[in-house]
């Protein structure tokens, strides 16, 4: 399948996703704060202040600080740390500027709630129908997050799928990093929460620590698959 979509990429370049019919119908709103590369809150006609998680992607993670700092502090010179912080902020910046150039407001179609966080899902476009979610898997600054993407319509799910094989075959963004010095953004949460758990047990902290590395050895020698790794990894951060 990667050899096809390069090969279809090398002939036809990135395919743009197309304006959808329902853009016209999409309520605008103003853009209050750019939290993360995925995450806005804006304010809609009636005064109401929304978060909105973008849908179908997921962008490395930004610093938290709180309850995390001394976690966060602990591992400043970690690589996956340095690396996950740097695209998280990479992507805020990028998203922040598009979004302040587009006289911040954007257009949302919600898709879905997030009862647990107290937020909408939903796809994010600038006033211009530049889709916001194709221009972070685009750059490299963000990745398809496939617990969400079974709903995506078909051409844009098509449009994201190249758009990131693209930006995977162009080394852009998150993608210059070797395999040992990044992890997806749904892998290094649970990391980060483990960790966290396990501060007060350096013994156990440090066997966590060797196991990861492990993994990692394993998938730069080529012994397991990058699925394999991601499941090992599952099994060993819950």
């Not at 750019?34 to 005064?47: E, K, P, R």
């Not at 211009?128 to 963000?142: N, R």
């Not at 966590?208 to 394999?228: S, V, W, Y």
């Amino acid at each position: 399948m990667t050899d096809l979509i390069s090969e279809i990429l090398s002939k036809v370049g990135s395919v743009a996703p197309q304006v959808p019919p329902y853009f016209d119908s999409l309520d605008t709103y103003a853009v209050k704060k750019v939290s993360d590369a995925d995450t806005i809150d804006v304010i809609d006609a009636s005064g109401e202040e929304i978060t909105v998680r973008f849908v179908y992607i997921d962008a490395p993670e930004t610093p938290k600080g709180w309850g995390y700092k001394k976690l966060e502090d602990k591992n400043q010179d970690n690589a996956l740390y340095q690396s996950q912080f740097k695209w998280g902020n990479e992507g805020k910046d990028w998203v922040k500027q598009l979004v302040e150039e587009n006289g911040n407001k954007v257009k949302l179609r919600i898709t879905d709630i997030d009862t647990r966080y107290n937020r909408r899902i939903g796809e994010v476009y600038l006033l211009d129908g530049t889709f916001l979610q194709h221009s972070l898997v685009k750059e490299g600054l963000a990745l398809i997050y496939y617990d969400y993407f079974s709903k995506c319509p078909r051409e844009m799910a098509i449009s994201l799928l190249l758009a990131e094989a693209d930006a995977e075959r162009q080394g852009k963004g998150l993608w210059q990093e070797p395999k040992s010095g990044f992890i997806e953004p749904w892998l290094f949460r649970p990391l980060k929460k483990k960790q966290k758990a396990l501060l007060g047990d350096p013994d156990a902290y440090q066997q966590l620590t060797e196991k990861i590395q492990t993994l990692f050895e394993d998938l730069e020698a080529g012994k397991i698959t990058k699925d394999q790794f991601e499941d090992k990894l599952k099994e060993t951060l819950k």
